[in-house]
């Protein structure tokens, strides 16, 4: 038997043994409804709609938090920060009862519309801040073209 054969022979045996002794390989799709389906780790989805427009626009900002069910009650009543890139801020806070576990509803949606005056690329900004600290934060770009109202508009471009 030619020594390719013996070499193809032993790399088959060898994948077999690693498929074999890596079970992690295999992936499984938790059962709906168990823990296992639950988020391990906090994420925050940011949309901007429109994302790309002409000023003045006015936009619209959803944020979604996904958040482990251990982590609950750290984000229970948070402060809401936004920072629109355009040297203006605006923030949320709310009063609420003291947290109780499998009762308190934590907020997961977060919303907020602002009007860009002028063109330009804006980095958004959420912030979830409990008292100084900072919880969670996330970003996005908006691309804002100059409108009618911005200086240069339809003027030659070098």
């Known amino acids: 038997m030619p020594s390719y054969w013996l070499s193809a022979r032993a790399l088959v045996v060898t994948a077999a043994l690693a498929v074999a002794?890596?079970?992690?390989?295999?992936?499984?799709?938790p059962a709906p409804g168990t823990d296992a389906d639950k988020p391990r780790k906090l994420s925050i989805d940011l949309r901007i709609t429109p994302q790309v427009?002409?000023?003045?626009?006015?936009?619209?900002?959803?944020?979604?938090l996904k958040l482990p069910a251990d982590r609950h009650a750290e984000f229970y009543c948070a402060a809401i920060e936004w920072d629109w890139g355009d040297l203006t801020e605006?923030?949320?806070?709310?009063?609420?009862?003291?947290?109780?576990?499998?009762v308190s509803a934590v907020k997961q949606v977060?919303?907020?519309?602002?009007?860009?005056?002028?063109?330009?690329?804006?980095r958004v900004q959420?912030?979830?801040?409990?008292?100084?600290?900072?919880?969670?934060?996330?970003?996005?770009i908006v691309t804002v073209r100059p409108g009618v109202r911005d200086a240069g508009y339809g003027a030659p471009q070098p």
């Open 21 to 29: 002794l890596s079970p992690g390989l295999l992936a499984q799709t």
């Open 110 to 122: 977060f919303s907020a519309e602002h009007t860009f005056q002028t063109g330009g690329r804006y």
């Open 53 to 64: 427009s002409f000023a003045p626009s006015r936009v619209r900002a959803i944020a979604e």
């Open 90 to 102: 605006s923030a949320e806070s709310i009063e609420c009862e003291p947290y109780e576990d499998g």
């Open 126 to 140: 959420l912030r979830l801040r409990r008292n100084r600290k900072i919880l969670a934060s996330t970003s996005t």
